[in-house]
């Protein structure tokens, strides 16, 4: 009785072994012809980023016009000029007239180029910085996730398109095709990522700030990655 059991032990073993090595042959080792011009644009098309301008992460005050007293005065020049031709000079006039001119030439305080009255730039933060990328991450987090729901959708139009025709379903066939382009289209979000990743972490730099501030959009991406991973897996097995 006892060597029955251990029998069927080791011939379920067997079995279970066999069985193990026949599905990573097939999804692993075996290939198949997967080549698919759709799947290629889904996972190899340019994502559509617009990272901040330097402008958007410095403020620095105008500088003032330096025509600024020049044209108020030519303007008071021209004022003066006008209301003199029109008066006949008096004596009196006439005795006042270098003193009102050189009144009128000795520069104010308040058109000076040089007043120290302008406004300090304000230096930008780190919550500022990180606001600014902050939507250029959304925004790839949502263009991924779009085009691995097109991934899903095509590999559920392509298993009811051959299953329609009568043609032989190779479920090896479709997870090969479909982990593979999987990892191409991760492939292609991480190096998007990187590019916006180390945008960030120069700005910080440049601003005086330390780059471990980008640490929580790096942990959030890889969390979003895995995630990714997983919903293409069961759902194209779960729709086949």
Do not use: C, W
């Amino acid at each position: 009785m006892k060597k029955t059991l251990l029998y069927s032990i080791l011939a379920l073993g067997l079995i279970a072994a066999s069985v193990g090595g026949y599905v990573y042959y097939i999804i692993n080792v075996k290939t198949y012809d997967t080549a698919d011009k759709k799947v290629t644009e889904i996972t190899e098309e340019e994502y559509k980023i617009d990272l901040p301008s330097d402008s958007a992460t410095t403020d620095e005050p105008v500088p003032p016009s330096e025509n600024t007293s020049t044209d108020s005065d030519d303007s008071s020049t021209d004022t003066d000029s006008d209301s003199n031709s029109n008066q006949k000079p008096s004596a009196s006039s006439t005795e006042n007239e270098p003193e009102s001119a050189t009144a009128s030439t000795q520069p104010t305080s308040s058109t000076h180029p040089n007043n120290h009255s302008q406004p300090k730039p304000q230096k930008v933060t780190v919550q500022q910085i990180k606001n600014n990328y902050r939507p250029v991450f959304q925004s790839l987090q949502s263009q991924a996730n779009g085009r691995l729901s097109a991934l899903v959708g095509h590999a559920q139009s392509e298993y009811s398109t051959k299953k329609a025709n009568g043609e032989k379903i190779r479920i090896g066939y479709f997870v090969s095709k479909y982990k593979s382009a999987g990892e191409n289209l991760e492939a292609k979000t991480d190096q998007t990522f990187n590019t916006i990743y180390s945008a960030l972490k120069n700005d910080l730099k440049r601003n005086g700030f330390d780059t471990k501030h980008a640490a929580e959009f790096k942990t959030q991406y890889e969390n979003e990655k895995e995630a990714r991973r997983n919903t293409l897996y069961s759902q194209v097995k779960d729709r086949l």
